[in-house]
């Protein structure tokens, strides 16, 4: 990868610079615990991985941390897995979620948005106390510290009330979309044994009522180790016999009580997509995700009391949760409940400029597809609040980052991020006061040592490598549920490299300390010993306007010799003729090299994707390879399975 140095797409202003939290946190940082006073941000940040137990007791000084039992020391242990933090000390997330209300208790804490677009807002006061009668019907039901609560629930304030109730219990938070079937929301919740679930009779998509009471009586069925369902009436029926109405749970006037847990003590259980397996159970605690979220939100992120944040997300991706986690900044969080794409493509625009949105957040996708079908956000909309638009999902590619800067604003801070549900986080990406270079995330976070690793464990620069950390972070999991013995937790990121995180990602980290991501290692092109990220050659053909999404595949064949084919999805009205498949090839040729030219160009009715919309390569390969569908993917996980079995009959024709 070339080393010279572009120019930015986008500069902080001085002013932006000096107002930036980040910048008044390492000056009082200086002065407190010796981080350095000079030399910017890539100063902070190996202050902050060299020191790292000083960085993150400054995180908790900064931010106020509430700790009601203090904690012996930062780091009790540093080996990964198995880093234990702020060992002795008692908090409690919900507790800190819910701050704001002691000074701004009549503003809002979240605006929720439907369909309509119109937002509604509940107030800090409002959310506190409804959070305080549900936290004391959950202990009047028996849930104590450490029993699992569920939640099948659209993005909707329900659903912020009872993980915060949850949390604020001490118990243990779970949650699917319901757009989930009963199948993949058991190869979930059966694992962590729920006592409660919330569940909706309904939602509303892309203009049409789905309901889902039968689905929620096959759960209720199929869970015995539910106590209780609580009916929420999104779509107005009534509650089935035994369940328990949502309004009445809410509806006293009472303080919430915040159980003071261990710094350890799990808050939620994230799910792995299960694209090949049952999804694994993530367990993340209720300190380490407050620190880290806190650290992510309040500093990278830039927000505050004076900040509307919304990302578009649904209650089964990690994002809704990092939304969540916003109000421990006081920020104003934007719960939207519906389509991306309704009533047309720009609807997420829409609702950023109806609610005042000053941090959008939303895929790469999304982006991608506002730029084929010719949408102009700063012409119908007005997005003179938004101050960042943030992206994640996959890599957003240069021709979005050269689009929202053309489409959106000029001086608009461009915060393409890198994370996972496995640490509830971003290992890189925003920065309000470092430049934005077009395809590139800004930096790794603070406290984050990440690095780019050869096969030998060798640091890389300007070249392409694994992406590795090397320290370990609050918010990773302390155990993945029912791995008694730790290893498949072991075994999925600690398996390479001992002792270090290995998260599956190709990454190059730039001599000027910026972050490009080229895809998963875990389904690799490997063409002669030359590795290459898919995401390029998605980003370099779907750029031509026939192309709707694409997939590509390296399968290593019997016979030593290797297949690397590139599915196409069509655009509506699209043939794929040989003019078009010389455009093509050649754009792949031209754009990255003549090695990245796929063996076969193939039709395809679509691409599958996870229920989180990511696409799906590792099982397609085995498909490829001759593996049955049973073997190859957990069905559940995906959204449209009869598009896998295009690809199943392809192995079986080629085969």
């Known amino acids: 990868m070339s080393t010279t140095n572009p120019s930015p797409l986008w500069q902080p202003t001085a002013e932006g610079i000096a107002q930036a939290q980040v910048t008044k946190f390492q000056a009082w940082a200086a002065e407190r615990h010796g981080a350095p006073a000079d030399g910017g941000y890539a100063a902070l940040h190996r202050w902050s991985v060299d020191e790292l137990d000083t960085f993150w007791k400054a995180v908790t000084e900064w931010f106020d941390v509430r700790f009601s039992t203090p904690y012996t020391r930062v780091l009790g242990d540093r080996a990964m897995p198995g880093a234990a933090w702020f060992p002795g000390g008692t908090l409690n997330y919900a507790e800190h979620a819910l701050r704001a209300a002691e000074t701004r208790a009549d503003e809002p804490a979240l605006l929720h948005v439907d369909e309509t677009h119109e937002s509604v807002p509940v107030t800090w006061s409002e959310l506190r106390r409804q959070v305080g009668s549900l936290a004391t019907e959950l202990r009047a039901l028996g849930v104590r510290p450490g029993d699992r609560v569920s939640g099948y629930l659209p993005n909707v304030p329900q659903a912020v009330v009872a993980l915060l109730a949850t949390a604020a219990v001490g118990g243990v938070w779970t ?7 009963a ?3 058991l190869d979930r919740f059966q694992q962590v044994e729920p006592v409660v679930l919330f ?19 096959e759960l209720r069925r199929e869970l015995p180790t539910l106590r209780a369902v609580v009916h929420i009436p999104l779509l107005g029926t009534e509650a089935s016999e035994g369940a328990l109405d949502w309004s009445a749970l809410t509806s006293a006037d009472v303080e919430p009580v915040f159980e003071q847990v261990p710094f350890d003590h799990p808050l939620w259980v994230l799910y792995s997509s299960g694209t090949t397996g049952l999804p694994k159970a993530i367990v993340q605690s209720q300190g380490g995700i407050l620190v880290e979220h806190l650290k992510q939100l309040g500093l990278h992120c830039d927000l505050g009391p004076g900040d509307r944040f919304f990302w578009y997300t649904s209650t089964g991706w990690m994002m809704w949760n990092f939304l969540v986690s916003g109000l421990l900044t006081g920020t104003t969080i934007v719960l939207y409940d519906g389509s991306p794409g309704y009533p047309d493509t720009g609807a997420q625009w ?33 997005l003179g ?26 001086d608009l801070w461009i ?16 920065v309000p006061t470092l430049p934005v270079y077009i395809g590139e995330l800004q930096a790794p976070g603070l406290g984050t040592d990440l690095q780019s690793w050869d096969a030998g464990g060798k640091p890389l620069t300007d070249e392409v490598g694994e992406l590795v950390v090397t320290n370990p972070m609050p918010s990773m999991p302390i155990r993945f549920w029912n791995d008694p ?12 490299y001992p002792g270090v995180w ?17 895809g998963r290692s875990d389904s690799t092109l490997n063409r002669g010993g030359v590795r290459m990220g898919s995401a390029d050659i998605y980003e370099a053909v779907e750029r031509l306007p026939e192309i709707k999404e694409s997939l590509v595949i390296g399968v290593e064949q019997p016979d030593g010799g290797y297949w690397m084919p590139l599915f196409v999805h069509l655009a509506p009205g699209a043939v794929l003729d040989e003019d078009l498949l010389k455009r093509i090839k050649g754009t792949i040729r031209e754009q990255l090299s003549p090695r990245h030219v796929p063996d076969e160009v193939i039709e395809v009715p679509g691409v599958p994707h996870t229920l989180t919309g990511k696409r799906i390569e590792v099982p397609v390969k085995r498909l490829l390879q001759g593996a049955s569908m049973e073997k190859a993917v957990n069905v559940g996980s995906v959204d449209d399975v009869e598009l896998l079995r295009f690809y199943e009959k392809l192995a079986r024709e080629r085969g």
């Open 199 to 217: 569940a909706v009779d309904g939602y509303r998509y892309g203009g049409k009522e789905h309901d889902r009471r039968d689905t929620v009586a």
């Open 485 to 496: 013995d730790g290893s498949r937790y072991h075994d999925s990121y600690f398996d390479t």
């Open 183 to 185: 199948r993949s929301v």
């Open 350 to 382: 829409r609702i950023a400029e109806r609610t005042g949105a000053t941090l959008f957040g939303t895929s790469a996708a999304y982006v991608m597809a506002c730029r084929k079908a010719d949408v102009h956000p700063s012409r119908d909309f007005d």
């Open 415 to 430: 915060a393409s991020v890198s994370g996972g549900t496995d640490v509830c986080s971003c290992f890189a990406g925003a």
């Open 175 to 181: 949650s699917c979309a319901p757009d989930f079937g």
């Open 385 to 410: 609040r938004v101050r960042c638009v943030a992206t994640t999902g996959s890599p957003l590619p240069p021709d979005g980052f050269r689009w929202l800067h053309d489409e959106v604003r000029e």
């Open 502 to 518: 290995r998260h599956g990602d190709w990454i190059t980290i730039t001599s000027r300390g910026s972050v490009v991501i080229h």
